[in-house]
């Protein structure tokens, strides 16, 4: 197998630094002072954006106060409302859980400590730029006022979900709220909102494009097709790639994440890149506005890696107990995103505990009534779901002889199985 | 042969295409065309000839080699309004973009219940003879009625090429539309040995001037006859018409023209009538469209059925590059076919 004094050659597989049990040690992982890192103009050449992406954008320091020129100088009103579309997207994710335990839908996922990335993110976009967003934006639908009652429908496949039950749970789609249908499939927005970017330049439109994917999903073919779109036709387009660290069980090692930063990818393409703290929602604010100003000033795409912590597991069906430290999440370096608004808040004397825990009910008590309102849909697997013909419907946009008679078969077996079946009936009324 | 009408010219199937963009561009503003190679240039095969200057570069124009790339921006142009045709230049290097088709392109109607939809027309040129070994000459079109959601088109003429790509770019569904490269310049009948035989000596060259459309789902039959129905599409209606004549055989030729939505309507009344059935085409044999067509026949017209059903098919090899007509459906293994059927 060797041959002569050559070195054996070895084969490296990344190895997470913290296993389930261990201690952490956050003391390598570099997080510099808020307020330090410089502000380039929006138009700059893409080259002096990518010192900042071996960097980090940060604007809340240790004092919760807002430092240097991210800061984007919001309004305590601004502020406060960032706040509660982050705690009301915490109370959801809560609250979704709890109705998958008790089995009123079958899969959830939360985006518990990436509230910021979303939300935040939201507010800095104009409200009709198209986002693309991947499966954990949840903060970006109830930021844009997409009505939480229309997620839980969604979530709970019952006879108003808006998608037909044919979605998983959480796979929104929101075209009145300029958001596109989430695939599931990943990685293959990114190219897509390239399109819209591009197609929104043919027309001349004003209105820029945005996406969102994980880390662990850079490594897809999508994702450099995209930039390499992108940077080719300098597409109005802002990329947020959400580093959460964990892409299910595979730490972002397994992505490339041992070797350079993933804001770093910019450098390469010729786009401009920033590397942001993305617990910190005004360094997202800021970065993001600023990102998609450069966009609409035909200046070209961005991209943006957020740098940040999935608090809990990928999904309900996960149990990140198996395979990282819990201490991790405890200790995380940066924070907690709605803990550090709130403190800044109490710092610029705009916030305080009696008005946090008020909001804090009344943002649950919001979505309780949501859940109630679907609940009167129904939830899955007990009834009430659309009807049964729908089944076929959307394939095409007019239903071939096919399809119609695999639904008349499909109808029959329902006959079959169930002889006072009916449709109508079935579904309740009015459906 | 008559004279052409006034409005209407010979065009070989490179130029019939080339000039369904052209309709299509001038009508729709929302059409437009992108690829490897297909702007400035016009297209490795000149499908695309002339559009850039016509239209502008913001509305023809080349892209990076990437069909993932490709086939994933025109979703997203699909979904803020566009009619986008990308060209894939050769069917033989759609597989990266697979994904963006199947999951994406597909789907997205039913998965957004009717929120978003991607209109596109992705044309390619498929099929061998033309010495293009085996990354220019494959016929995946199986991989893609496959689908759900996708339409699949193949043309055999000029005339059809033409009335149906206009017909795809204005469908509200995704379309794969297979080009027969070896049918770009002539109707080739399987001779490879004989002389070249130039559209403008065939009929359906004749190719009208501005605007129609061959709706999709429609076959055509191409020859009547009572003896046997032939089912075929693309190259392979030239050859088997060719063979039928050759060899004096009744058949009734049915080019299929598109394979999703399929004529069933058109296939069960020929079959019903002649008793026989001839399935051709060029693609592999194992799970191949024919062995749906076959399914299809067999479920629908086996009591009008006098033999059993033939295919006749490449083989299940990668495309030779020396072999080619080796491996090509040609007029001995169809003759065979024929014959089969007819002494049954």
Known sequence: MTNGNLPRLSLHVPEPPYRPGAQVDFATLKVPPAGMQPRPDETCSAVDTHPLCLDMVRVLGEDHRAHGPWDPGLDAATLIRMLRLMALTRAFDARMVRAQRQGKTSFYMKSTGEEATAVATAMALAEDDMVFPSYRQ????????????????????????????????????????SIFSISGNLATQYPQAVGWAMASAIKGDSRIASAFLGEGSSAEGDFHSALTFAAVYNAPVVFNLVNNQWAISSFSGFAGGERTTFAARAIGYGIAGLRIDGNDPLAVFAAVRWAADRARANAGPTLIEHFTYRAEGHSTSDDPGQYRSAAEGTQWPLGDPIDRLMRHLIAIGAWDAGRQAAMDAEVDAQVRAAVRAAEANGTLGHGLHHPFRTMFEDVFETLPWHLVEQSRQAIHERHVKWPEWSDDADVGEGR | MSDPAPSARRMSMIEAINDALDVMMARDCAVIVMGEDVGYFGGVFRATAGLQKKYGKTRVFDTPISECGIIGVAVGMGAYGLRPVPEIQFADYIYPGLDQLVSEAARLRYRSAGEFTAPMTVRTPFGGGIFGGQTHSQSPEALFTHVAGLKTVVPSTPYDAKGLLIAAIEDNDPVIFFEPKRLYNGPFNGHYDEPAIPWARHPDSLVPAGHYRVPLGQARIVRAGEAVTVLAYGTMVHVAREVAERQGIDAEVIDLRTLVPLDITTIEASVNKTGKCLIVHEATRTGGFGAELSALVQERCFHALEAPIERVTGFDTPYPHSLEWAYFPGPVRIGEAFARLIAA
Request: proline share 5%; aromatic share 10%; glycine share 8%.
């Open chain 1, 138 to 177: 949840q903060g970006l639908f109830i930021a844009r006022g997409y009505p939480l009652v229309e997620m839980v429908n969604q979530i709970f496949s019952n006879r108003a979900d808006k998608l037909k039950g044919r979605q998983l749970p959480i796979m929104y789609s929101a075209r009145e709220q």
